[in-house]
């Protein structure tokens, strides 16, 4: 099942991928996309008022950078607040799973196929 | 550079005419290579040359997803500015004005109105008050900048 990403999610979302290794733009949507096995989509152009609004923010910091082969790219790197705000957003992203799954559980018990975050859908 | 993909640029290039020279291109820099990045990636599945233009356009998105939303961003960035050169240029001009008042006051008013010596200060005090809760109005969530909020918080207090 392919779901378009929620506009509000994505700045935690970049900030979780960031706090995996700095990467450029294409970079991060592509590693959006293997993570969620191609079920998130998402147009990439919206990447980079996200990634202006965290720079903004002072939570990342972007860097021309030469690569081996081809033109230069504008890497981003999370800062010490980005650090704690990836920490921060992707737990309230957490919860609010949680939650929501509670709710669904309550509702309609049995039905949602799911134990719990963090556990595999069975197949 | 595939021709739709420049013809792509030059849209997006033009939407974005009202940002700086340097910041717009900057964002056209990084535009082209994420766009260069995704005809790699293409063209490494075995795609024909317009193939990969169209699929790497259709994954990035229409010129107004592109540009829509660095305008917003380059809005979101002079707005913040904008606050804090207020927030500095009333502070200053407040500052110089309650000097020129301090001065003026004890120099020319008081001593022909036999006033007390006290008024400029407290004239001063207000003042600030009423200035900080302008400023500080600016940095307020959203909901409560609407005027009608503050009108009628203003006018409560007052009785």
């Known amino acids: 099942m392919r779901k378009d990403l929620v506009k ?11 706090s995996r290794q700095p990467l450029h733009g294409y970079g991060i ?25 965290l720079e903004q923010d ?22 010490e607040a980005g650090k704690r705000e990836a920490q921060k957003r992707t737990q309230e992203l957490k919860d609010y799973a949680t939650l929501i799954h509670t709710v669904l559980e309550k509702l309609e018990p049995g039905t949602s196929g799911r134990k719990g975050i963090g556990h595999a859908q069975p197949a | 550079m595939h021709s739709l993909l420049e013809d792509y640029l030059a849209e997006v290039e033009a939407k974005l005419s009202v940002l700086p020279a340097k910041r717009r291109e900057e964002e056209m820099r990084e535009m082209r290579q994420h766009l260069a990045d995704a005809v790699r990636v293409n063209r490494e599945l075995g795609q024909n040359e317009d193939e990969v233009a169209a699929n790497a356009l259709t994954e990035f998105g229409s ?28 502070t200053g001009m407040l500052t110089a004005s309650d ?4 001065f003026q006051f004890s120099r020319i008013y008081a001593p022909s109105h036999h006033v007390p010596s006290y008024q400029p200060y407290c004239t ?27 009108w009628w918080w203003f006018v409560s207090s007052a009785q």
Do not use: H, N
């Open chain 2, 63 to 90: 010129v107004e997803e592109a540009s829509e939303g660095i305008l917003w961003s380059w809005k979101r960035y002079l707005q913040r500015k904008l606050r804090i050169w207020s927030f500095w240029w009333i």
């Open chain 2, 99 to 102: 000097a020129f008042i301090c």
């Open chain 1, 29 to 53: 949507a592509r590693e959006v996309k293997q993570l969620s096995s191609d079920a998130l989509t998402m147009k990439e152009a919206t990447l980079y008022p996200a990634l202006r609004v």
């Open chain 1, 58 to 79: 002072r939570l990342i910091t972007g860097e021309w950078q030469p690569q081996e082969k081809g033109a230069d790219r504008k890497v981003y790197t999370l800062t």
């Open chain 1, 8 to 18: 509000g999610d994505l700045p935690a979302l970049v900030l979780a991928v960031l």
């Open chain 2, 124 to 150: 001063i005090l207000c003042s600030w008050v009423l200035a900080l809760l302008i400023l500080s109005s600016q940095f307020l969530p959203a909901k409560y900048q609407q005027p009608s909020w503050m």
